[in-house]
T-cell receptor, first 113, second 113 residues
């Protein structure tokens, strides 16, 4: 079946602009996660959604970062007023429920000039 | 704070040899661990997992060992192949009540033909 998909695969933007990144989870997965991966580093947790529960936003680095999810489907991660330090690969994952194996998408590579 | 660390950043092995990748974790309450493989330009791919009530789990050519006494995790790859070249991450769930994974920095496995 289809895995997690993300778009765009690459995004180049200018400092100060807003960007939106999209994630389509595996169908039927109630939990969805966003991570950030800087070059040569591990993954940093940003936020996760579980069904209709309030999202866990504890990993968002600043109020410039926000995310939404419509029901148990698509999620968008928005970064406002992008900074150069936001340059990274943003990875989305989904799982059948929280605490279960997470399956990752290919990521969106964000470059802020 | 919580951390999952890997002992060696790069491991170089000869094709056909066995590989052992090590990981230390700091949260004794963690009860679920996952190994991921990440190839260049792709998202992490699930390899194998283990829960804290087990010491060992085997998959196809891979074995994960868990030593809860010293909080150590290892991934063994038998008969390493060039296609195994990638970055390997261990990840832990610090609590059964959370969905977020804590990732280590990763070990790069290089397989020499």
């Amino acid at each position: 079946g289809a895995g997690v998909s993300q778009s765009p695969s690459n995004k180049v933007t200018e400092k100060g602009k807003d960007v939106e990144l999209r994630c389509d989870p595996i169908s039927g997965h109630t939990a969805l996660y966003w991570y950030r991966q800087r070059l040569g580093q591990g993954l940093e947790f940003l936020i996760y959604f579980q069904g209709n529960s309030a999202p866990d936003k504890s990993g968002l680095p600043s109020d410039r970062f926000s995310a939404e999810r419509t029901g148990e489907s698509v999620s968008t991660l928005t970064i406002q007023r992008t900074q150069q330090e936001d340059s990274a690969v943003y990875l989305c994952a989904s799982s059948t429920s929280k605490g279960m194996t997470q399956y990752f998408g290919p990521g969106t590579r964000l470059t802020v000039l | 704070g919580e951390s999952v660390g890997l002992h060696l950043p790069t491991l170089s092995v000869q094709e056909g040899d066995n590989s052992i990748i090590n990981c230390a974790y700091s949260n004794s309450a963690s009860d679920y661990f996952i190994w991921y493989k990440q190839e260049s330009g792709k998202g992490p791919q699930f390899i194998i997992d283990i829960r804290s009530n087990m010491d060992k789990r085997q998959g196809q050519r891979v074995t994960v060992l868990l030593n809860k006494t010293v909080k150590h995790l290892s991934l063994q790859i038998a008969a390493t192949q060039p296609g195994d070249s990638a970055v390997y991450f261990c990840a832990e769930f610090p609590s059964s009540n959370t969905g977020k994974l804590i990732f280590g920095q990763g070990t790069t496995l290089q397989v020499k033909p």
